[in-house]
DNA sequence: ATACAGTGAGAATGTTCCTTCTCACACTCG
DNA sequence: CGAGTGTGAGAAGGAACATTCTCACTGTAT
Protein backbone atom coordinates (compact mmCIF):
# COMPACT_ATOMS: atom_id res chain seq x y z
CA UNK A 1 0.00 0.00 0.00
CA UNK A 2 2.67 2.66 1.19
CA UNK A 3 5.35 1.12 2.73
CA UNK A 4 7.98 3.57 3.57
CA UNK A 5 11.58 3.41 2.81
CA UNK A 6 14.01 4.01 5.71
CA UNK A 7 11.51 4.50 8.32
CA UNK A 8 7.72 4.01 8.64
CA UNK A 9 5.85 7.25 8.85
CA UNK A 10 5.00 5.90 12.83
CA UNK A 11 8.60 5.98 13.49
CA UNK A 12 9.35 9.32 11.96
CA UNK A 13 6.22 10.40 13.35
CA UNK A 14 7.41 9.47 16.78
CA UNK A 15 10.98 10.17 16.58
CA UNK A 16 10.17 13.78 15.27
CA UNK A 17 8.28 14.23 18.79
CA UNK A 18 10.86 12.62 20.64
CA UNK A 19 13.33 15.06 19.66
CA UNK A 20 11.17 18.13 19.86
CA UNK A 21 10.17 17.59 23.08
CA UNK A 22 13.66 17.57 23.77
CA UNK A 23 14.70 20.45 21.98
CA UNK A 24 11.51 22.60 22.65
CA UNK A 25 11.38 22.08 26.23
CA UNK A 26 14.83 22.78 26.77
CA UNK A 27 16.18 25.59 25.20
CA UNK A 28 12.82 26.98 24.03
CA UNK A 29 11.04 27.48 20.91
CA UNK A 30 12.68 30.27 19.14
CA UNK A 31 16.40 28.90 19.82
CA UNK A 32 15.36 25.53 18.10
CA UNK A 33 15.76 25.08 14.18
CA UNK A 34 14.18 22.67 12.00
CA UNK A 35 17.29 21.65 11.03
CA UNK A 36 17.88 20.79 14.83
CA UNK A 37 15.30 19.01 15.02
CA UNK A 38 16.23 16.82 11.12
CA UNK A 39 19.86 15.91 13.06
CA UNK A 40 18.25 14.80 16.72
CA UNK A 41 15.53 12.91 14.94
CA UNK A 42 17.44 11.53 12.09
CA UNK A 43 13.95 12.61 9.72
CA UNK A 44 15.25 14.41 6.50
CA UNK A 45 13.81 17.76 6.31
CA UNK A 46 12.09 16.99 3.12
CA UNK A 47 10.12 13.90 5.71
CA UNK A 48 9.66 16.68 8.40
CA UNK A 49 7.90 18.86 6.28
CA UNK A 50 5.41 16.12 5.18
CA UNK A 51 4.79 15.37 8.20
CA UNK A 52 4.36 19.07 9.74
CA UNK A 53 3.84 21.09 6.90
CA UNK A 54 5.33 24.09 9.09
CA UNK A 55 7.20 24.97 12.62
CA UNK A 56 3.66 26.15 14.56
CA UNK A 57 2.29 22.75 13.27
CA UNK A 58 5.24 20.90 14.73
CA UNK A 59 4.97 23.17 17.48
CA UNK A 60 1.17 22.41 18.08
CA UNK A 61 1.72 18.78 17.91
CA UNK A 62 4.66 18.87 20.30
CA UNK A 63 2.51 20.73 23.09
CA UNK A 64 -0.38 18.48 22.40
CA UNK A 65 1.69 15.90 23.21
CA UNK A 66 3.96 16.93 25.86
CA UNK A 67 -0.11 17.18 27.11
CA UNK A 68 -0.81 13.57 26.88
CA UNK A 69 2.62 12.56 28.32
CA UNK A 70 2.57 14.83 31.18
CA UNK A 71 -0.84 14.67 32.31
CA UNK A 72 -0.06 10.80 32.40
CA UNK A 73 3.46 10.68 33.75
CA UNK A 74 1.57 12.89 37.01
CA UNK A 75 -1.93 10.75 36.97
CA UNK A 76 0.99 7.92 37.81
CA UNK A 77 3.19 10.41 39.92
CA UNK A 78 0.37 11.69 42.11
CA UNK A 79 -1.30 7.75 42.67
CA UNK A 80 1.64 6.71 43.38
CA UNK A 81 2.73 8.94 46.02
CA UNK A 82 -0.87 8.68 47.57
CA UNK A 83 -0.62 5.32 47.94
CA UNK A 84 1.29 5.63 50.62
CA UNK A 85 -1.39 7.24 52.61
CA UNK A 86 -0.16 10.64 51.85
CA UNK A 87 -3.03 12.80 50.87
CA UNK A 88 -3.83 12.83 47.52
CA UNK A 89 -3.32 16.65 47.11
CA UNK A 90 -0.96 17.13 48.68
CA UNK A 91 0.95 13.99 46.99
CA UNK A 92 1.29 16.28 43.90
CA UNK A 93 3.87 18.24 45.32
CA UNK A 94 6.19 15.21 46.20
CA UNK A 95 4.99 14.18 42.70
CA UNK A 96 6.32 17.41 41.12
CA UNK A 97 9.58 17.31 43.27
CA UNK A 98 11.24 14.61 41.34
CA UNK A 99 10.50 16.17 38.27
CA UNK A 100 11.91 19.92 39.32
CA UNK A 101 15.20 17.61 40.82
CA UNK A 102 15.93 16.25 37.33
CA UNK A 103 18.88 18.11 35.61
CA UNK A 104 16.61 18.45 32.76
CA UNK A 105 14.12 20.66 34.70
CA UNK A 106 13.56 23.81 33.30
CA UNK A 107 10.20 25.08 34.52
CA UNK A 108 6.48 23.87 32.78
CA UNK A 109 7.01 23.85 29.07
CA UNK A 110 3.64 25.07 29.16
CA UNK A 111 3.92 28.06 30.62
CA UNK A 112 7.43 28.94 29.07
CA UNK A 113 5.97 28.11 25.55
CA UNK A 114 3.10 31.29 26.10
CA UNK A 115 5.77 33.67 26.95
CA UNK A 116 6.78 33.21 23.28
CA UNK A 117 5.16 35.10 21.49
CA UNK A 118 6.45 35.15 18.15
CA UNK A 119 6.54 31.96 18.02
CA UNK A 120 2.86 30.76 19.37
CA UNK A 121 -0.66 31.47 17.95
CA UNK A 122 -3.98 31.08 19.18
CA UNK A 123 -4.01 27.56 18.27
CA UNK A 124 -1.18 27.20 20.74
CA UNK A 125 -2.51 29.40 23.25
CA UNK A 126 -5.74 27.01 23.29
CA UNK A 127 -3.62 24.08 23.74
CA UNK A 128 -2.22 25.75 26.74
CA UNK A 129 -5.09 26.54 28.09
CA UNK A 130 -6.57 23.13 28.21
CA UNK A 131 -3.30 21.51 29.51
CA UNK A 132 -3.63 24.12 32.23
CA UNK A 133 -7.82 23.07 32.68
CA UNK A 134 -7.18 19.64 32.65
CA UNK A 135 -4.87 19.99 35.27
CA UNK A 136 -6.91 21.92 37.71
CA UNK A 137 -9.87 19.01 36.67
CA UNK A 138 -7.72 16.35 37.80
CA UNK A 139 -7.11 18.42 40.86
CA UNK A 140 -11.09 19.22 41.61
CA UNK A 141 -11.61 15.01 40.72
CA UNK A 142 -8.95 14.00 43.93
CA UNK A 143 -10.44 16.98 46.36
CA UNK A 144 -14.56 15.60 45.08
CA UNK A 145 -12.89 12.31 45.99
CA UNK A 146 -10.94 12.87 49.50
CA UNK A 147 -11.80 16.52 50.52
CA UNK A 148 -16.16 16.38 49.85
CA UNK A 149 -16.39 19.26 52.48
CA UNK A 150 -13.67 21.33 50.71
CA UNK A 151 -14.50 24.54 49.35
CA UNK A 152 -14.75 24.98 45.42
CA UNK A 153 -11.33 26.94 44.86
CA UNK A 154 -9.39 24.74 46.58
CA UNK A 155 -8.54 23.15 42.85
CA UNK A 156 -7.66 25.82 41.33
CA UNK A 157 -5.58 27.47 44.17
CA UNK A 158 -3.89 24.55 44.38
CA UNK A 159 -3.16 24.59 40.73
CA UNK A 160 -1.88 27.97 41.34
CA UNK A 161 0.20 26.97 43.61
CA UNK A 162 1.70 24.33 41.70
CA UNK A 163 2.56 26.64 38.99
CA UNK A 164 3.91 29.59 41.13
CA UNK A 165 6.37 26.73 42.22
CA UNK A 166 7.07 25.26 38.44
CA UNK A 167 8.03 29.02 38.14
CA UNK A 168 10.11 29.99 41.06
CA UNK A 169 12.02 26.88 41.39
CA UNK A 170 13.14 27.63 37.32
CA UNK A 171 13.76 30.89 38.34
CA UNK A 172 15.96 30.30 41.51
CA UNK A 173 17.08 26.87 40.19
CA UNK A 174 16.35 25.43 43.43
CA UNK A 175 13.23 23.34 45.21
CA UNK A 176 12.87 25.31 48.17
CA UNK A 177 10.07 27.22 46.54
CA UNK A 178 8.58 24.24 46.24
CA UNK A 179 9.01 23.60 50.20
CA UNK A 180 7.27 26.24 51.22
CA UNK A 181 4.35 25.55 48.25
CA UNK A 182 4.00 22.43 49.82
CA UNK A 183 3.98 23.70 53.93
CA UNK A 184 1.40 26.36 52.24
CA UNK A 185 -0.88 23.50 50.58
CA UNK A 186 -0.36 21.41 53.78
CA UNK A 187 -2.28 24.26 55.90
CA UNK A 188 -4.38 24.99 53.32
CA UNK A 189 -5.83 21.25 53.54
CA UNK A 190 -5.96 20.53 57.00
CA UNK A 191 -7.91 24.16 57.46
CA UNK A 192 -10.66 22.93 55.09
CA UNK A 193 -10.59 19.56 56.00
CA UNK A 194 -13.01 20.34 58.82
CA UNK B 1 29.91 71.39 27.49
CA UNK B 2 28.21 68.57 24.81
CA UNK B 3 24.61 69.81 24.52
CA UNK B 4 22.64 67.55 22.41
CA UNK B 5 21.10 68.66 19.16
CA UNK B 6 17.07 67.22 19.06
CA UNK B 7 16.73 66.13 22.32
CA UNK B 8 18.76 65.69 25.60
CA UNK B 9 20.72 62.18 26.62
CA UNK B 10 18.63 61.98 29.72
CA UNK B 11 15.77 62.32 27.74
CA UNK B 12 16.69 59.96 25.20
CA UNK B 13 17.19 57.65 27.55
CA UNK B 14 13.90 57.94 29.36
CA UNK B 15 11.86 57.76 25.88
CA UNK B 16 14.06 55.00 25.20
CA UNK B 17 12.88 53.39 28.10
CA UNK B 18 9.34 53.84 28.11
CA UNK B 19 8.93 52.47 24.83
CA UNK B 20 11.18 49.36 25.40
CA UNK B 21 9.00 49.02 28.12
CA UNK B 22 5.51 49.43 26.21
CA UNK B 23 7.02 46.97 23.56
CA UNK B 24 8.86 44.35 25.16
CA UNK B 25 6.48 44.01 27.49
CA UNK B 26 3.57 44.16 25.28
CA UNK B 27 4.60 41.98 22.74
CA UNK B 28 7.84 39.87 23.83
CA UNK B 29 11.08 40.85 23.72
CA UNK B 30 12.05 38.45 20.61
CA UNK B 31 8.69 39.79 18.73
CA UNK B 32 10.68 43.38 18.72
CA UNK B 33 12.88 45.16 16.90
CA UNK B 34 15.44 47.79 17.08
CA UNK B 35 13.60 49.51 14.36
CA UNK B 36 10.20 49.13 16.66
CA UNK B 37 11.77 51.02 19.40
CA UNK B 38 13.20 53.62 17.25
CA UNK B 39 9.95 54.53 15.49
CA UNK B 40 7.87 54.44 18.93
CA UNK B 41 10.75 56.53 20.52
CA UNK B 42 11.65 58.61 18.45
CA UNK B 43 15.35 57.88 19.01
CA UNK B 44 17.23 57.43 16.19
CA UNK B 45 18.75 53.99 15.27
CA UNK B 46 22.35 55.51 15.85
CA UNK B 47 21.58 57.35 19.06
CA UNK B 48 19.98 53.60 19.93
CA UNK B 49 23.49 52.32 19.63
CA UNK B 50 25.08 55.03 21.03
CA UNK B 51 23.01 54.86 24.38
CA UNK B 52 22.68 50.55 24.19
CA UNK B 53 25.62 49.03 22.46
CA UNK B 54 23.63 45.87 21.56
CA UNK B 55 19.85 44.89 22.14
CA UNK B 56 20.98 42.70 24.86
CA UNK B 57 22.08 45.87 26.70
CA UNK B 58 18.81 47.43 26.04
CA UNK B 59 17.18 44.30 27.40
CA UNK B 60 19.15 44.19 30.40
CA UNK B 61 18.45 48.30 31.05
CA UNK B 62 14.92 47.28 30.57
CA UNK B 63 14.75 44.93 32.97
CA UNK B 64 16.63 46.85 35.54
CA UNK B 65 14.17 49.64 34.75
CA UNK B 66 11.16 47.51 34.79
CA UNK B 67 12.48 45.86 38.28
CA UNK B 68 12.61 49.56 39.70
CA UNK B 69 9.26 51.02 38.69
CA UNK B 70 7.04 47.88 39.39
CA UNK B 71 8.35 47.40 42.86
CA UNK B 72 7.68 51.26 43.38
CA UNK B 73 4.08 50.66 42.41
CA UNK B 74 3.70 47.66 44.06
CA UNK B 75 4.79 48.93 47.66
CA UNK B 76 2.85 51.75 47.01
CA UNK B 77 -0.15 49.90 45.78
CA UNK B 78 0.16 47.49 48.43
CA UNK B 79 0.25 50.03 51.14
CA UNK B 80 -2.57 51.96 49.91
CA UNK B 81 -4.65 48.91 49.79
CA UNK B 82 -3.45 48.05 53.50
CA UNK B 83 -4.14 51.54 54.96
CA UNK B 84 -7.79 50.71 54.94
CA UNK B 85 -7.41 48.33 57.53
CA UNK B 86 -6.78 45.35 55.41
CA UNK B 87 -3.73 42.90 56.42
CA UNK B 88 -0.71 44.27 54.46
CA UNK B 89 0.00 40.64 53.22
CA UNK B 90 -3.82 39.88 51.86
CA UNK B 91 -3.45 43.33 50.15
CA UNK B 92 -0.82 42.73 47.85
CA UNK B 93 -3.85 40.78 45.70
CA UNK B 94 -5.62 43.67 46.30
CA UNK B 95 -3.03 45.29 44.49
CA UNK B 96 -2.49 43.15 41.81
CA UNK B 97 -5.92 43.16 40.63
CA UNK B 98 -5.74 46.26 39.43
CA UNK B 99 -2.65 45.67 37.22
CA UNK B 100 -4.07 42.02 36.10
CA UNK B 101 -7.54 43.52 35.37
CA UNK B 102 -5.66 46.49 33.14
CA UNK B 103 -6.02 45.84 28.96
CA UNK B 104 -2.33 45.72 28.73
CA UNK B 105 -2.05 43.47 31.25
CA UNK B 106 -0.06 40.08 29.65
CA UNK B 107 1.62 38.50 32.55
CA UNK B 108 4.77 38.83 34.61
CA UNK B 109 6.99 40.50 32.23
CA UNK B 110 10.09 38.85 34.56
CA UNK B 111 8.69 35.44 34.45
CA UNK B 112 7.79 35.98 30.19
CA UNK B 113 10.81 37.09 29.54
CA UNK B 114 13.33 34.10 31.14
CA UNK B 115 11.47 32.15 28.98
CA UNK B 116 12.47 33.66 26.13
CA UNK B 117 16.01 31.57 25.83
CA UNK B 118 17.39 32.99 22.87
CA UNK B 119 17.09 36.80 23.58
CA UNK B 120 18.43 36.14 27.71
CA UNK B 121 21.19 35.24 28.92
CA UNK B 122 22.89 34.98 32.51
CA UNK B 123 23.08 38.75 32.96
CA UNK B 124 19.15 38.79 32.65
CA UNK B 125 18.53 35.90 34.36
CA UNK B 126 20.66 37.48 37.26
CA UNK B 127 18.41 40.43 37.09
CA UNK B 128 15.23 38.43 37.25
CA UNK B 129 16.02 36.58 40.14
CA UNK B 130 16.98 39.40 42.16
CA UNK B 131 13.53 41.11 41.20
CA UNK B 132 11.94 38.10 42.75
CA UNK B 133 14.01 37.88 45.06
CA UNK B 134 13.46 41.22 46.47
CA UNK B 135 9.66 40.76 46.40
CA UNK B 136 10.04 38.10 48.97
CA UNK B 137 11.91 40.26 51.03
CA UNK B 138 9.65 43.00 50.65
CA UNK B 139 6.81 40.81 51.89
CA UNK B 140 9.05 38.96 54.72
CA UNK B 141 9.35 42.92 55.98
CA UNK B 142 5.30 42.86 55.75
CA UNK B 143 4.95 39.70 57.54
CA UNK B 144 7.65 40.60 60.38
CA UNK B 145 5.55 43.66 60.94
CA UNK B 146 2.35 42.01 60.85
CA UNK B 147 2.43 38.66 61.30
CA UNK B 148 5.41 38.10 63.85
CA UNK B 149 4.45 34.45 64.81
CA UNK B 150 3.86 33.50 61.50
CA UNK B 151 6.34 30.75 60.21
CA UNK B 152 9.19 31.47 58.37
CA UNK B 153 8.05 30.03 55.00
CA UNK B 154 4.97 32.49 54.64
CA UNK B 155 6.70 35.03 52.68
CA UNK B 156 7.47 32.62 49.91
CA UNK B 157 4.64 31.18 50.24
CA UNK B 158 2.36 34.22 49.36
CA UNK B 159 5.56 35.03 46.68
CA UNK B 160 4.34 31.31 44.93
CA UNK B 161 1.01 32.05 45.15
CA UNK B 162 1.19 35.82 43.35
CA UNK B 163 3.33 34.05 40.81
CA UNK B 164 0.56 31.54 40.25
CA UNK B 165 -1.77 33.84 40.04
CA UNK B 166 0.58 35.76 37.29
CA UNK B 167 0.86 32.93 35.04
CA UNK B 168 -3.19 31.34 35.32
CA UNK B 169 -4.50 34.93 34.71
CA UNK B 170 -2.30 35.39 31.96
CA UNK B 171 -3.13 31.89 30.40
CA UNK B 172 -7.18 31.59 30.89
CA UNK B 173 -7.39 35.76 30.40
CA UNK B 174 -9.59 35.70 33.54
CA UNK B 175 -9.02 37.16 37.46
CA UNK B 176 -10.82 33.62 38.45
CA UNK B 177 -7.21 32.39 39.66
CA UNK B 178 -6.52 35.43 41.74
CA UNK B 179 -9.42 35.08 43.41
CA UNK B 180 -8.60 31.83 44.58
CA UNK B 181 -4.80 32.74 45.39
CA UNK B 182 -6.55 35.23 47.41
CA UNK B 183 -9.03 32.94 49.27
CA UNK B 184 -5.38 30.56 49.81
CA UNK B 185 -3.83 33.28 51.05
CA UNK B 186 -6.62 34.36 53.17
CA UNK B 187 -6.82 31.14 54.92
CA UNK B 188 -3.32 30.61 55.27
CA UNK B 189 -2.70 34.25 57.39
CA UNK B 190 -5.83 33.31 59.47
CA UNK B 191 -4.38 30.15 60.45
CA UNK B 192 -0.68 31.03 61.25
CA UNK B 193 -1.54 34.19 62.83
CA UNK B 194 -2.44 32.42 66.25
C1' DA C 1 33.19 82.48 8.68
C1' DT C 2 35.17 77.73 9.33
C1' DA C 3 36.35 73.43 11.17
C1' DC C 4 34.38 70.04 14.14
C1' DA C 5 31.55 66.89 16.74
C1' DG C 6 27.26 64.72 17.11
C1' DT C 7 22.96 63.52 14.68
C1' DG C 8 18.98 61.79 11.71
C1' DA C 9 17.47 59.09 7.97
C1' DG C 10 17.81 55.22 6.12
C1' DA C 11 20.74 52.28 2.96
C1' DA C 12 24.04 48.42 3.14
C1' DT C 13 26.02 44.23 5.35
C1' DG C 14 26.04 39.84 7.08
C1' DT C 15 23.66 36.25 9.45
C1' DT C 16 20.15 33.23 10.60
C1' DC C 17 16.38 30.88 9.64
C1' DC C 18 11.97 28.71 7.42
C1' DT C 19 10.68 26.62 3.45
C1' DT C 20 11.20 24.82 -1.21
C1' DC C 21 13.70 22.71 -4.81
C1' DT C 22 17.17 19.63 -7.33
C1' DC C 23 19.20 15.37 -8.23
C1' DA C 24 20.30 10.84 -7.74
C1' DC C 25 18.81 6.63 -5.61
C1' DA C 26 15.89 2.77 -3.59
C1' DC C 27 12.07 0.20 -3.54
C1' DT C 28 7.30 -1.30 -5.33
C1' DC C 29 4.36 -2.94 -8.75
C1' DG C 30 3.32 -4.77 -13.24
C1' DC D 1 13.32 -5.71 -16.19
C1' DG D 2 11.20 -0.68 -16.47
C1' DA D 3 8.18 3.06 -14.93
C1' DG D 4 6.90 5.55 -11.04
C1' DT D 5 6.68 7.10 -6.41
C1' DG D 6 8.84 8.50 -2.18
C1' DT D 7 13.23 9.65 -0.01
C1' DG D 8 17.77 11.61 1.69
C1' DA D 9 21.19 15.13 1.35
C1' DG D 10 21.82 19.31 1.01
C1' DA D 11 21.70 23.50 -1.99
C1' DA D 12 18.83 27.57 -3.10
C1' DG D 13 15.30 31.18 -2.34
C1' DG D 14 13.57 34.76 0.37
C1' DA D 15 12.49 37.20 4.47
C1' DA D 16 13.62 39.23 8.82
C1' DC D 17 16.66 41.46 11.69
C1' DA D 18 20.83 43.17 14.45
C1' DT D 19 24.32 46.10 13.56
C1' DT D 20 27.19 49.31 10.86
C1' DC D 21 27.96 52.75 7.53
C1' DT D 22 27.13 56.87 4.34
C1' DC D 23 25.88 61.44 3.61
C1' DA D 24 24.16 65.67 4.42
C1' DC D 25 22.95 68.81 8.16
C1' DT D 26 22.95 71.54 12.56
C1' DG D 27 24.78 73.84 16.24
C1' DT D 28 29.11 75.18 18.69
C1' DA D 29 33.50 77.14 19.45
C1' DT D 30 37.34 79.56 17.82
Redesign the pocket.
Known sequence: ???????T?DD?QQRVLASADELFYGRGI???????V?DRS?????????L???????VAAWLSDRHDTWMSWFTASVARHASTGTDALLATFDAVEEWINSPVYRGCGFINSIAET?EIDDRHRTIIASHKRDLINHLAALATRDHPASPAWLPQAIAVILDGAFVQCAIFNSTEPLRAAKLAAQQLLETTKA
Not at 42 to 50: A, F, I, K, N
Not at 52 to 58: A, F, I, R
Open positions: MSPAATMVAAAVTMSDRGVSLRRLYSYPSKKDLS
